[in-house]
């Protein structure tokens, strides 16, 4: 006999909608990940944010073990969208491992709360820095900061070579020879995966995501947005978005 078959499937919805229990969306819960891919430290903030939801499902009747095994549903997903966006498989999976190790010695539902709390930590940071890998210079990991927490900005040469107060001629040959593309490509770059990241799992309007990432109008980011992806923004959202991202 199947472990699990339709008929169950259809009870347990009615006991949910009963008791107004729901599980995330699927795109609610791959937004951490995708974020942790990208090394972006609201990752964190939202993995916590997830936890703490308690809509995570329930797969145990004991607490402490229901947490331990979402850790290790979590977990493994952390570890195959890392090696995605390019982390050493080998160190992937024994971070992996060490955690689940770590874990298995928890006795408390908090304990294993904070524990997830530290791998997301983790494998975030080592996303991010793997993004500063290839870059050799001070002033050029510190340009990449600066742009990384200022898309919502004007971004100039000029800003950033008075940031690390060297020559905006020398920092621009600098930054092309050790980031591989001019300023101005990296920081188009860094805002359209900003743009895509809230055309998918926002409910912002295309104006206001314009402002959001310093555009000086909406058809200028159009513009843009297209140029970069190959279709409009209203068009990659209609694609791309899923319905259901908000609770109720």
Known sequence: MAVVDESKLRYL??????????????????????LMKAGDPEAIRESVRMWDSGLYGHVSDDPVRNAKYLFV????????FAIEGGMDE??????????????????TVDEVRRLHTD???????????????????????????????????KITVAMLADHVQLNP?????LFKREVGVPVSQ?????????????????????????QILAYRSQSHFTKVFGKAEGMTPKEYRDRYAKTGIWPE
């Not at 990296?186 to 314009?210: F, G, P, V």
């Open 119 to 153: 791998m997301m930590t983790f494998f975030t940071w080592a996303m991010a820095d793997l993004s500063k890998q290839d870059v050799q210079s001070r002033p050029i990991a510190e340009c990449l900061d600066y742009i990384h927490y200022h898309l919502h900005e």
């Open 13 to 34: 919805e009615f006991i949910q909608r009963e008791d107004r229990v729901r599980h995330h969306t699927y795109v609610q819960e791959m937004r951490q990940y995708d």
């Open 73 to 80: 549903t979590s977990i493994t997903l952390v570890t195959r």
């Open 186 to 210: 990296y920081i188009t770059d860094r805002r359209m995966e900003a743009a895509c990241n809230m055309l998918k799992y926002s409910q912002y309007s295309l104006a206001e995501i314009a």
């Open 169 to 173: 001629t020398y920092l621009s040959e």
């Open 90 to 107: 080998e160190d992937a999976y024994n971070a992996s491992d060490l955690y689940i190790q770590d874990m298995d010695h928890y006795a």
